[in-house]
């Protein structure tokens, strides 16, 4: 078994049979995934690893009580 040292791009994943079956069954496109991630870019702070842009982004982003990770 190989191991690679480089993340995959967006475009490597949405190219992925895989990743394509599974967005076929949730009814996702390629271009419903890159919308989001292009919102999440625009609305995102510059850079929230700092401590006054994280406490901003933490008061004007809520966490959404009614939302859990069903994952298991």
């Not at 191991?3 to 949730?26: F, G």
């Not at 901003?56 to 809520?62: E, G, L």
Request: hydrophobic share 35%.
């Amino acid at each position: 078994m190989s191991y690679v040292d480089q993340e995959l791009t967006v475009e490597d994943m949405l190219a992925d049979p895989i990743v394509q079956t599974l967005m076929r069954y949730d009814g996702v496109s390629a271009s419903d995934v890159r919308h989001t991630i292009e919102q999440v870019n625009q609305n995102r702070p510059e850079n929230p690893v700092d401590g006054a842009h994280a406490d901003a982004w933490a008061t004007t982003n809520p966490v959404k009580s009614g939302l859990h990770n069903t994952a298991a």
